[in-house]
């Protein structure tokens, strides 16, 4: 399981809207400073906005409102039992995948294109030679109905291990519920993505 971060937006205007109910702008510590070795300015966050963060983050998901303004773009390859488990999340959640249907067969399937632990494990390479078989027969096929019935044969015997690609787009509020619900959890994937979340920028408005 891969995961690269492409953007994380909002968070400057996330703060400044926290303030809004109770009309305590003037309150806020948090500012921009320039540095003249980066295009952009660097955005740092104050003691007084994060200690109004945290207060409002512990006090339930309706008290913290602006975290759903603070979005986050990501690559994620994952196998096809993980993104199972979260597609259950989707509020707050966008995810554009890459085609296992135009792509899938693009090109022979290696080890690599699944979540295998034991890379040496006969079984695995037996289904992936399997499938590569049924590819060139698709390939070499030239009957429109016998291509759709060996294309289908070979959705259906895709094992869950195959490794797909998703952009997913995200919000802090939706990170913060995933963070919680699946820490312990069985599959060392969401130990990966709990990780990946702890190195995002001000992360503790998802862990605290």
């Known amino acids: 399981m891969q995961i690269k971060t492409l953007e994380v937006a909002g968070i400057p205007s ?11 702008w003037d309150k806020t510590d948090s500012q921009f400073t320039a540095c003249p070795y980066k295009e952009k300015s660097d955005f740092i966050v104050g003691e007084k906005d994060k200690d ?13 409102k602006h975290l759903r303004m603070i979005m986050v773009w990501a690559n994620i390859s994952a196998p096809r039992y993980w993104w199972t488990e979260f597609d ?4 707050g959640v966008e995810k554009v995948s890459c085609s296992t249907m135009h792509k899938l067969m693009a090109k022979p399937l290696t080890m690599d294109d699944f979540e295998i632990d034991d890379k ?18 698709y390939k070499d096929e ?30 802090y509020a939706a990170l913060r519920n995933i963070y919680r619900q699946r820490k312990g959890h069985k ?19 998802i862990t605290e």
């Open 14 to 24: 996330a703060l400044h809207a926290m303030r809004n109910p109770m009309d305590s």
């Open 52 to 64: 109004l963060s945290v207060r409002l983050q512990t006090s339930g998901p309706e008290h913290c």
């Open 88 to 91: 259950t999340y989707r509020i």
């Open 120 to 137: 040496d494990s006969v079984g695995p390479q037996v289904i992936i030679q399997y499938l590569n078989d049924l590819m060139n027969e």
């Open 142 to 171: 030239d009957d429109p109905d016998e291509k759709k019935a060996i294309w289908r044969h070979i959705i259906q015997n895709l094992p869950q291990s195959y490794i797909q690609k998703r952009t997913v787009m995200i919000s």
């Open 187 to 205: 599959l060392k994937e969401w130990g990966i993505f709990r990780q990946w979340v702890e190195i995002l920028p001000e992360c503790w408005m």
